[in-house]
């Protein structure tokens, strides 16, 4: 079993910046991916941004291209969004996920992904 904790989330004025991570733990892969997915109220889940763990590839939603960066701590066994020039628009629950095989150009498919966390809250004022 994998365990994913998101935190970082929280209340942030347009125009300003917000960092989460999402710590994993459990068993390992060795070639896996992780995704940041989010979820605005009454919408589906999208997503986001997702890094290739061994590469380090990343992979953007066109929405947060140039604004959101992806990375990841080999170390801690964690994984980072930066969220810079936030909108209104980007207020939602932020999922983190775990893919074991995530085969190229299937990022941003919810069923590519096999353990989710329980999601953190980020909302964005005007």
């Known amino acids: 079993q994998v365990q994913l904790v998101e935190s970082g989330g929280g209340l942030v004025q347009a125009g300003g910046s917000l960092r989460l991570s999402c710590a994993a733990s459990g068993r390992t892969f060795t070639n896996y991916a992780m995704g940041w997915f989010r979820q605005p109220p009454g919408k589906e889940r999208d997503f986001v941004a997702a890094i290739r763990w061994r590469s380090g590839s990343t992979y953007y939603a066109d929405s947060v291209k140039g604004r959101f960066t992806i990375s990841r701590d080999n170390a801690k066994k964690t994984v980072s969004l930066q969220m810079n020039s936030v909108k209104p628009e980007d207020t939602a629950v932020y999922y983190c996920?775990?893919?074991?095989?995530?085969?190229?150009?299937?990022?941003?498919?919810?069923?590519?992904?096999?353990?989710w966390g329980q999601g953190t809250q980020v909302t964005v004022s005007s």
């Open positions: 996920a775990v893919g074991e095989r995530v085969l190229t150009g299937t990022w941003n498919l919810r069923s590519s992904y096999d353990y």
